[in-house]
């Protein structure tokens, strides 16, 4: 679990973000609080590296216990840092949005290139491109690995 959050943490999206993280189950008979939760995933030193403020709330989602209070912080947290938190959020859009366009380019790309080579090989009689029928994959020439041997 720690691993997970620190990982998660160290994403560049998140660094300075406010965290809430949920102990959910606090009615559970060995329930953990907040404080051992705390220390044994060593979240104080995982936070405070990412510089993330940071609200373990011990939490009972089937009864809607420790929910409230935890997201009362959390929109407070983004509505006290709304200006700084929303250029990082249009910004990381922008990026990511970015990057879909040049996803799906590439995958646009690989159909074109699979559509023209399955037309090439519908033109030599389902067999595939000249060149393939001279070279089949995985086909080396004796030439070639004589002159490795040699």
């Known amino acids: 679990c720690s691993s997970v959050l620190r990982g ?18 606090a009615d559970a ?13 060593d979240i104080e030193s995982l936070v405070n590296s990412a510089q993330c403020p940071t609200r373990v709330e011990a939490s009972v989602a089937t009864k809607n216990q420790g929910l409230r209070e935890g ?25 990511e949005q970015k990057s879909e366009e040049e996803r799906r380019k590439a995958v646009r790309k690989r159909m074109e290139d699979r559509r023209k080579k399955e037309e090439e090989e519908q033109k030599n009689g389902g067999v595939g491109t000249e060149q393939e029928l001279f070279d089949p994959p995985g086909f080396v020439p004796v030439e070639t690995l004589r ?3 040699a």
Request: hydrophobic share 45%.
């Open 29 to 41: 008979e060995l329930a953990q609080d907040e404080v051992e939760v705390v220390s044994q995933l």
């Open 147 to 149: 002159a490795k041997w």
């Open 71 to 95: 997201y009362k912080w959390l929109v407070k947290s983004v509505i006290a840092n709304y200006l700084d938190l929303g250029e990082r959020v249009a910004r990381d859009m922008a990026e």
């Open 8 to 25: 998660m943490l160290d994403h560049h999206q998140v660094r300075g973000k406010p965290i809430l993280l949920l102990a959910n189950k």
